[in-house]
Every structure is written in structure tokens, then in C-alpha cells.
């Protein structure tokens, strides 16, 4: 079918990238950006990068660069701004994080001294094993999310940028449940006010972002914007949002194996997760609220993807479980290992083991560039509200209310695809292929 193509506005000027939480994930993203930009390292990856989009029938042999089909942002035009609890400049917490070593950063070192974080809007009740002194005061969480307006109209008149976009960075807060105050715009602003508990700091700058007219993305698993109060912001100011939770190393795995499984009708008995980090995260994990919210986060994709309630018989039984354990001496080379448990012909047991030695933030960082490129062409396509076709990216994507969220990657990927040739008019690929053998 062909489409009408949607009006998409230039990519002139720079881009903005508003990135609340400087750790492991934003320093190895601003620290690599800086050396690709140099020459010294390739955006791996990043599917903005690298990846190419089929258009047309197989035998055309069309195949451009997303990049170059899509009109996206350029690496030089992106420029960050900051906010964290801790001072240091964006050179001393890549350090800390110790994901690229010092003597790679030296070579952008003045690029990312010159990065410092603005004081952030922090509250230890939602992350309890962290302690800052770089935080902001105000007299309610309504003042605190017009002081990060005012941060983000700095930036946005001292760099000259044409455009902005948000995303989350920020610690894993505890598990907080959709309340009454977070049902509508009138009662989130009240709540900002009153102070409310179950307003927590990320949702204050998803706030502070969709007020200034900037897309907002979550990497990590919290509510923030995945509430009906900052949806209906979103869609009155007409800008585009996404989340949850970056898929990066045992979540990813799990949903290229799971549909795999499925589409073969394997039985599974268990599944069985298990990992050792030692970076911050790893530590903020520690606490078992947020880590209930990482393990809903991890725990829902299964299910979605074997439907048991449409195949009781292969998927009615099996126990998931998921276990992440501080081991600092790893930092941020995570080990994951899954042992699962499967099924087949005449109820043969099987088993499969999968042992991932990853980097959490190597595998994170092209994420956070895609998602930056890609919620600004979003914002400049016309888009707004969840941007279901980033689902691709999260481990808990958002959707409407009345949708169940896509895991299958590869469902994902024809999806975030297809949107792309939406965008430029083009047809959709449905994979259909019968018309290159029946005559017409
Ligand atoms: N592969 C991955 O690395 C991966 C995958 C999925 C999700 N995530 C999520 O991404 C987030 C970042 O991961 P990371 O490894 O960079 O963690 P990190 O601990 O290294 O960095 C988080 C930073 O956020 C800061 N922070 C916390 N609360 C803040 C607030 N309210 N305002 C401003 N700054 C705040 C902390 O001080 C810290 O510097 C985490 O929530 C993590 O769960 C990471």
C-alpha cells in the first residue's frame, strides 16, 4: 500500500541531547560520540549508523542507509547538557564508570571537561542507596520542575540549539504504582504542589521536558512518563515520548530465543536468569525496591511473547525467574547466564545454556544514540505521544492502554521499519512474496 508522505521538517541547526543522570550509560555515550566524531571509534551498534532499509520489490536491490533515507540529525550537530547529584565534570565520572579507559578519553578529555552537570532534582526516598550533594532545593516539586525549565532554557539560548530532547539517565527508582494523582494533568500538577509522595524525581523532568516542548525517552524501568497524567501532557503539546528500560544484554537475548521457541511450538518447563554487575546500577539494584522494579521490567517479556494463554499446553507451566547480584569487582562487564528449560517431540526434556559476557553500557550507548536521533525525527515528523515503534529499544515498551506491548525483536524491528517508510511514503514490506512467482 502506498502511503501519503508525511511533511518531515529539516534537521537543521543542533540538536540538544538533555540527559538527567551522568554515569556509566551517558559518559560512555557522550565520550564515544566524541571520539567517532574524531575518527577515533565507530558508532557499533547503532542502527542509525549502520543499519539499511529494503524498499521495494527484492529484485530492485534498494537498500539505503536509514541515515540517508530518513533525514536525521548529524554527530556534529549534537551537543549535551547534564544533570546529576554528583559534581563531577563528564571526564571524571567517565572515569569513575571506568567503561572506556583514561587513556582513550584523553583524547577528548577538553571536549568532556567542559561538560558539567546542573544541580539535579533528587530525592533519596526513591533511590536509597545513592547520597548527593549536587541537588536543588525548592519550596515544592512544583518549583523544582520549573528550576529544570529554566536549566533547559539556558541551554537551549547559550548553545543556540534548534532543538532538544530528553532522556532519562537517572538511577533506577523503587517501584511505584499508578495512583490517583498521577490519573490526570490537573491532579499531577495539584500533586506537584502538594508535594505528593508518589510523584518521584524522574516524572519531574519528564514534566519539566513535555512543558518545554521536548520529547522525553525513559531508559530506565520507573513509571516516570508511562503515566496517563504525562500522556495526556504529551499529546496536548504534541510531543513524542518512549520507554521503558533500555534492552540491552539478558533481555535482548531473551526475546531473539523466546520467539524462536515459539515459532518451532518448543515447550518450556523454566527459565532461569541470572546475572553479576558491578557498576553504580548495579549497586542502586542492590536495594530490593528498585529492584523490583528491574525485575518486573525483565519479567514481563516472556510472557508476551508465549501467549499461554492461547497454548496452555507448551507454555501454561513454566516459572521465570531473574536475579541480578552486586559483584563489584566486575564494574561494568556484566556476566549473565540463562538456563533454560524446553520441550519437545513426545515431551523430550532439553535444555539450553546461554552465557553472555557483555559491557552494560557498550551495549546501551548506540541505544541512547538511535533514540536520540530517532525521537527527533518523531518531533519533527509530526509525531506525538508513545512512540510504539521505538518498542524495539525497551524491555517494557510503552503502548496504548487498550494494547499489549510487542517484545519480539524481530516483530519490533519490521515495526520501527515500516514506520520509517510511512514516514517517506514508501511501501510497507510485508514479506508476502508470492507476486516474484505467480504469473500475473
Ligand atoms: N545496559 C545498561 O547499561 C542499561 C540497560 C537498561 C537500563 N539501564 C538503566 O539506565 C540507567 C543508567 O544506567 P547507568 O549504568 O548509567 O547507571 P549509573 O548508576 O552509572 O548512572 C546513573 C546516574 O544517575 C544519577 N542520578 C540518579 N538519580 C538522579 C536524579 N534524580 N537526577 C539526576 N541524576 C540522577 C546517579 O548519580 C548516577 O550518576 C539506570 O536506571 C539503568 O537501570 C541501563
Known amino acids: 500500500m502506498e502511503q501519503a508522505q508525511v511533511t518531515i521538517a529539516p534537521a537543521r541547526g543542533k540538536l540538544g541531547v538533555l540527559l538527567p543522570g551522568m554515569g556509566a550509560v551517558s559518559t560512555t555515550v557522550i565520550a564515544g560520540i566524541e571520539l567517532i566524531k574524531k575518527g577515533l571509534g565507530r558508532p557499533i551498534g547503532s542502527l542509525t549508523q549502520y543499519g539499511t532499509i529494503r524498499l521495494g520489490k527484492r529484485t530492485d536491490n534498494n537498500s539505503p542507509l536509514i541515515k540517508d533515507f530518513v533525514p536525521l540529525a548529524r554527530l556534529e550537530d549534537l551537543v549535551f547538557g547534564c544533570w546529576d547529584i554528583f559534581e563531577d ?9 571506568g567503561v572506556i579507559e583514561p587513556s582513550r578519553l584523553e583524547a577528548v578529555r577538553p571536549e568532556l571537561e567542559a561538560i558539567t552537570p546542573w544541580t539535579a532534582v533528587f530525592d533519596q526516598q ?17 518549583d523544582l520542575a520549573q528550576q529544570l525549565m529554566e536549566d533547559i532554557e539556558m541551554f537551549r539560548g547559550q548553545h543556540e540549539v534548534a532543538r532538544l530532547v530528553m532522556l532519562w539517565c537517572g538511577s533506577t527508582e523503587i517501584l511505584t504504582e499508578i495512583e490517583e494523582v498521577h490519573k490526570t494533568l490537573q491532579s499531577f500538577e495539584e500533586g506537584l504542589k502538594a508535594n505528593h509522595p508518589a510523584i518521584t524525581s524522574s516524572m519531574i523532568y519528564a514534566y519539566a521536558a513535555l512543558m518545554s516542548g521536548v520529547p522525553f525517552g525513559n531508559g530506565a524501568p520507573n513509571l516516570t512518563v508511562d503515566i496517563p497524567a504525562l500522556l495526556e501532557l504529551a499529546t496536548d503539546r504534541g510531543v513524542p515520548v518512549c520507554g521503558k528500560d533500555f534492552k540491552t544484554g539478558q533481555t535482548l537475548m531473551k526475546t531473539i530465543i523466546a520467539p524462536a521457541l515459539k515459532a518451532r511450538q518448543l515447550g518450556l518447563n523454566g527459565w532461569f536468569s541470572t546475572n553479576i554487575l558491578g557498576n553504580r546500577d548495579g549497586d542502586v539494584l542492590h536495594d530490593p525496591d528498585s529492584f523490583k522494579t528491574k525485575e518486573r521490567s525483565k519479567l514481563g517479556v516472556l510472557e508476551y511473547i508465549l501467549q499461554p494463554e492461547l497454548n496452555e499446553d507448551l507454555y501454561g507451566q513454566y516459572e521465570h525467574q531473574v536475579h541480578i547480584h552486586y559483584y563489584k569487582p566486575r564494574g561494568d562487564n556484566k556476566e549473565g547466564w540463562d538456563n533454560i528449560d524446553l520441550f519437545g517431540w513426545l515431551d523430550y526434556p532439553m535444555q539450553m545454556k546461554i552465557n553472555f559476557l557483555c559491557r552494560d553500557s557498550i551495549l546501551a550507548a548506540p541505544l541512547v544514540l538511535d533514540l536520540v536521533l530517532f525521537l527527533d525525527l518523531a518531533q519533527r515528523s509530526g509525531l506525538s505521544g508513545i512512540q510504539e515503534w521505538l518498542s524495539f529499544y525497551f524491555k517494557s515498551p510503552m503502548c496504548a492502554p487498550f494494547l499489549y506491548p510487542e517484545h519480539d525483536l524481530f516483530i519490533q524491528l519490521t ?10 511514503g514508501e511501501e510497507q514490506i510485508t514479506h508476502l512474496g508470492i507476486e516474484y512467482y505467480q504469473q500475473p
Do not use: I
Open 89 to 97: 565534570n563528564c571526564y571524571e565520572a567517565a572515569l569513575h564508570a
Open 126 to 142: 526513591y533511590v536509597r542507596r545513592l547520597h548527593g550533594p549536587h541537588v536543588k532545593k525548592g519550596q515544592n516539586k512544583h
Open 415 to 424: 515495526k520501527l521499519k515500516n514506520t520509517l517508510r510511512y514516514l517517506r
